[in-house]
């Protein structure tokens, strides 16, 4: 139930949708009704959302927490047990269309996947990403270990986890798979905006990992001052920002991460160690 409602609230409170919807709603009273007062209030709030929500730094203002919560991690001198990928970089319907593949704006993601496994060639590399759907569909571990060989990736050094459609499953379902134990490193790779729910959710699970953010948004506080050129750019990184502080709202409340916002030194829940 958790899975298909998370995905019907965040159509409904994502800030381009919501805006939009106030907007439409306010124009079809205006055209059909008497509460012309109402309509105006909706429309004239709608069209000035937008507007700030897509060209003022509102939306770094947003995901700049996200993204700062933890430093880029430095690899020197480190030899990880394993390498874990999350999923959201790769497009599967495109990919499995035109039978190559294609990522979407975490693209980086699959790019630093390869490279650290070029760097540590003894790492594990463990790739977490069902369908994200109801009722299955392929699956984007499908696609990692179709077109591995394109991506960079050593398919005979592959471990693929094809059954996770969100992040809590990303981190239950690895966790059951490779079976850590105490002391061994392991790198998380996902986008820095969603690194803090995402390393919530390991330790939930009993998995330490280290966090290893790419696919950043922001250059860093200095972006404050930042006027978006494109009104498209500033709506989708405040789509973004705005889906993920609300899965980390609801990922505490249902008990799915230990803090409301994980950081490098939030302690692992207690009764879960290292496995």
């Known amino acids: 139930m958790f899975f298909p409602l998370s995905k019907l ?5 994502t800030p381009s949708n919501l805006l939009i919807m106030m907007s ?3 124009a079809l009273l205006l055209a059909a009704t008497r509460l012309r007062r109402t309509g105006s209030t909706l429309v004239l709030s709608g069209s000035l959302g937008l507007l ?4 003022s730094p509102l939306s770094d203002l947003v995901i700049l927490p996200l993204e700062q919560r933890f430093p880029a991690f430095a690899t020197e001198g480190l030899e990880p047990t394993g390498i874990i990928m999350l999923g ?3 497009e599967t319907g495109l990919s499995a269309a035109r039978d190559q593949v294609v990522v979407n704006d975490a693209g980086e993601r699959p790019i ?4 650290l496994a070029r760097r540590f060639p003894k790492a594990r590399l463990v790739f977490s990403g069902g369908s994200g759907i109801l009722g299955g569909g392929t699956s984007e571990a499908d696609m990692v270990s179709r077109h591995a060989d394109a991506i960079g990736l050593p398919r005979s050094r592959l471990i693929l986890e094809s059954h996770s459609r969100n992040t809590r499953e990303n981190a239950t379902f690895t966790a059951a798979l490779v079976h850590p134990k105490p002391g061994e490193t392991w790198l998380l790779l996902t986008s820095a ?3 803090p729910r995402a390393i919530g959710c390991f330790r939930q699970a009993g998995f330490t990992v280290e966090a290893f953010p790419v696919d950043y948004r922001t250059r860093g506080w200095s972006d404050l001052l930042h006027v978006h050129s494109f009104s498209s750019d500033g709506l989708l990184q405040l789509d973004l920002a705005a889906k993920e502080w609300v899965g980390l709202l609801a990922y505490k409340l249902a008990g799915y991460i230990p803090d409301w916002l994980p950081g490098p030194a939030s302690p692992p829940p207690s009764g879960n160690a290292s496995r």
């Open 9 to 13: 609230i965040f159509f409904l409170i």
């Open 24 to 26: 439409v709603a306010g």
């Open 52 to 55: 700030l929500a897509g060209m």
């Open 88 to 90: 959201g970089g790769i």
């Open 112 to 115: 630093y996947f390869a490279d």
């Open 193 to 195: 905006w969603h690194m």
